[in-house]
């Protein structure tokens, strides 16, 4: 799933409680996952695995576009238009 979000905006995506891999393909995103005591910092180009938990939320710190997908999945990624 592709989301966008602008500065300060927050969603929580329905994942389930399986491992979630969160890849940032612009931006600055804080993710958090109920159940796990660490938080990331995911930026641009850069991608991280959650582990199982609760609720996630994620959190622009500044306008970013991002992927979230299974923990199992192989990512393909192509160019972002600009």
């Keep these: 799933m592709e989301i966008q979000l602008n500065e300060r905006c927050v969603c929580s995506p329905r994942t ?9 393909h612009t931006g600055l995103v804080w993710v958090t996952r109920a159940g796990d005591c660490r938080d990331y910092l995911v930026s ?11 609720r996630m939320v994620v ?22 238009p600009t």
């Design 16 to 24: 389930g409680r399986g491992r979630v891999t969160v890849k940032c």
């Design 59 to 80: 959190m622009a710190l500044e306008t970013s576009q991002f992927m979230v997908g299974s923990g199992n999945r192989r990512w393909t990624l192509l160019p972002h």
């Design 44 to 54: 641009e180009g850069e991608e991280v695995l959650v582990p199982r938990g609760g």
